[in-house]
């Protein structure tokens, strides 16, 4: 299957903590896809052929929605160490797009909930195209 998403991303930073570093909230919409894969070697089992996979893979496609919430640290000094982790969520909004279920052997019209849920862990190795002053501080072109 496959996924594509517009994003917004809040960061809330902490007193402690450098600017770039704090509570990292993120929403998205977008469209999902997703089938069953069937791979059967050498095409032996007859209900399985090329004719007949599109009516057990469940093809399903819609809308979706995204949601983030994990911690950003983006080191001062050493720019080496740079991530996020956090829990990410997404809901699609799908409905099946064949248009009869071999399996069931009854039409599928019904919409659904996809729900998929996940630990995302992000690590950034960056690249830099400024200058400094001598604070430390990074000034882009």
């Given amino acids: 299957g496959y996924n594509f998403f517009i994003t917004a991303s809040r960061l809330f930073t902490f007193k402690n903590l450098n600017k770039n570093s704090g509570l990292l909230t993120e929403l ?17 089992v007859m209900q399985l052929q090329a004719a007949y996979k599109q009516g057990y893979d469940k093809l399903c496609s819609g809308p979706a929605l995204k949601q983030f919430v994990g911690f950003q640290f983006m080191q001062y000094r050493d720019h080496y160490v740079n991530y996020t982790i956090g829990v990410e969520l997404i809901e699609g ?13 009854s039409p599928d ?4 909930l996809d729900i998929f849920a996940g630990l995302k862990f992000t690590w950034f190795i960056p690249r830099y195209l400024a200058f400094r ?9």
């Fill in 28 to 44: 998205g919409a977008g469209y999902i896809q997703h089938k069953i894969r069937i791979e059967i070697p050498g095409e032996d």
């Fill in 109 to 112: 019209t019904e919409s659904r």
């Fill in 93 to 105: 909004f799908t409905k099946n797009r064949r248009g009869y279920n071999y399996d069931l052997r």
């Fill in 133 to 141: 002053d001598g604070k430390d501080e990074y000034y882009f072109k």
